[in-house]
């Protein structure tokens, strides 16, 4: 007989969760949290957990607002005790999780939805791509409403959780399983498929879910299908949407440093469309996501030699992209004077050789050297492509981060001309002459200091051609 949740259980349990998490009333909040520290002795604990989570209609007793902070706190544990305890579980409950948890993507909470995706993710991770067969296709199937049932949260829930999958296991995702394939050589299609989807959220999330797959080490499964691929990426820069046109030049950025040679022959008009999205200074993340192709192409042998003609056209939007933001000058001219401070090496030494790694938000792997398809175990278990699961925090992680040394648009234009300056010259100083001129007596001081940062970026490429106009 199929396990059912009882009433005072479920009431009891949910009240428990709502007052762990009541900081004005410490006393209920200690006796919450012994109860739930006795509660995981039962059996049946994560049932009741994952029941809570997706069931919208609160227990007698709750109001919908004590209860929407029961089940986000009933997805957190549940999340945290799939993520220690998945192998000791009873299959019974495993079952039950598996056939509930999905069911919390069609909440019309986007949170629930959320936690409800980070539970799906866990129990992907701990039992593996081949202990969840079916939660692929079903979470494809409800992202393209192929029943006709889906609403536009399940929909966006479903995908935001097929993106943290991703995410999660992308070395587990490429590896081959016997008598099973890869299990990308059947999601990478229906993402491609997915970028068609009249919702402008679901065809950015599809791409950046493929994005995963062209982060290096780049998975075997994308390139052997870039080909086909790279159509379907060209076809999205026509689109209306900022962020799909942020993920395509995040696209065009990954394949310049992992794969080069196919967008050799695009080259012409890729550069065409990166510069066009880099001048959209009213959005500063669509502009350094195509700042960063440029950055990428001028650090690669396979592209730099090809941009030659292309520089004239190049350089004077990544001079451009140096000076400061109004919100950067406006933090800037907020700050304290620091003058009677003794300045720092990392206040000394220029500001664009800060590393892309710097960047906050730029996905990252976790370890690339670690890139060995004999560490995915015959499951699909993904433990090597992230030991934090997401939501936590690595400890090592500096939170107080000074804007200043986040890697943003400024920062890449001036690596990217550094780097173009590097390898071209004078070629470079020519374009960059009529620039400077004009902004070392700009009336403006973001227009001078940009101008600075400008001579030291192309300093040591174009010392050459900047002597004969030195004072």
């Not at 549940?78 to 509930?100: A, F, G, Q, W």
């Not at 550069?271 to 700042?291: F, G, H, I, R, S």
């Not at 003794?342 to 938000?361: G, L, V, W």
């Amino acid at each position: 007989m199929a396990w059912q949740p009882q009433p005072e259980p479920v009431a009891q349990l949910a009240q428990c969760l709502k007052d762990s998490l009541s900081g004005h009333d410490v006393t209920a909040q200690k006796n919450a949290e012994q109860m739930l520290r006795q509660a995981k002795a039962s059996p049946d604990i994560n049932n009741y957990l994952a029941y809570i989570c997706v069931t919208p209609s609160p227990p007698e007793g709750l109001d919908i607002t004590s209860y929407h902070a029961a089940r986000s706190a009933a997805a957190i544990m549940l999340k945290n005790n799939v993520k220690s305890n998945y192998k000791s579980l009873p299959d019974e409950s495993k079952s039950y999780i598996r056939s509930t948890i999905v069911s919390g993507l069609r909440d019309a909470n986007t949170q629930i939805r959320n936690f409800a995706g980070n539970v799906i993710t866990e129990v992907v991770r701990q039992g593996g791509i081949l202990g969840w067969p079916q939660v692929l296709p079903d979470l494809l199937s409800m992202v393209a409403n192929e029943d006709g049932q889906a609403s536009t949260e399940a929909q966006d829930g479903a995908m935001g959780a097929l993106f943290k999958i991703c995410e999660d296991n992308r070395r587990a995702l490429d590896a081959d399983y016997p008598n099973q394939g890869r299990p990308l050589v059947y999601l990478l299609p229906k993402f491609v498929e997915l970028t068609n989807n009249p919702s402008a959220k679901i065809r950015s999330r599809a791409l950046s879910a493929i994005n995963v797959f062209l982060t290096e080490p780049i998975a075997l499964t994308a390139k052997e299908n870039i080909q086909g691929l790279l159509p379907q990426i060209v076809r999205l820069t026509s689109d209306e949407n900022d962020d799909v046109r942020r993920f395509v030049c995040r696209t065009f950025a990954l394949l310049a440093d992992g794969m080069p040679a196919v967008l050799a022959p695009h080259l012409e008009g890729i550069v065409d469309y990166t510069l066009a999205q880099q001048k959209d200074v009213q959005n500063e993340e669509l502009a350094l996501d195509a700042a960063e192709f440029f950055f990428e192409a001028s650090s690669t042998p396979v592209l730099r030699d090809n941009l030659q003609p292309f520089l004239s056209k190049i350089v004077p939007v990544l001079l451009d992209c140096m000076v400061y933001s109004e919100d950067d000058q406006l933090r800037l001219e907020g700050d304290d004077d620091d003058a009677d401070v003794e300045d720092e090496a990392k206040d000394i030494k220029p500001q664009f050789a800060t590393s892309k790694t710097s960047r906050s938000a730029a996905p990252s792997d976790g370890n690339t050297q670690q890139n060995d398809e004999s560490k995915t175990s015959a499951n699909g278990y993904a433990y090597e492509d992230d030991d934090l699961s997401e939501g936590e925090i690595d400890e090592d992680d500096d939170l107080d981060i000074d804007p200043e040394d986040e890697w943003n648009l400024r920062k890449c234009s001036a690596a990217s001309v550094d780097s173009l300056a590097s390898h071209f010259g004078g070629m470079v100083f020519e374009v960059t002459l009529p620039w400077l001129m004009e902004n070392l007596q700009h009336k403006d001081w973001p227009n001078r200091e940009a101008a600075v940062l400008a001579l030291g970026a192309i300093g040591p490429g174009c010392m050459t051609e900047i002597e004969p106009h030195l004072p």
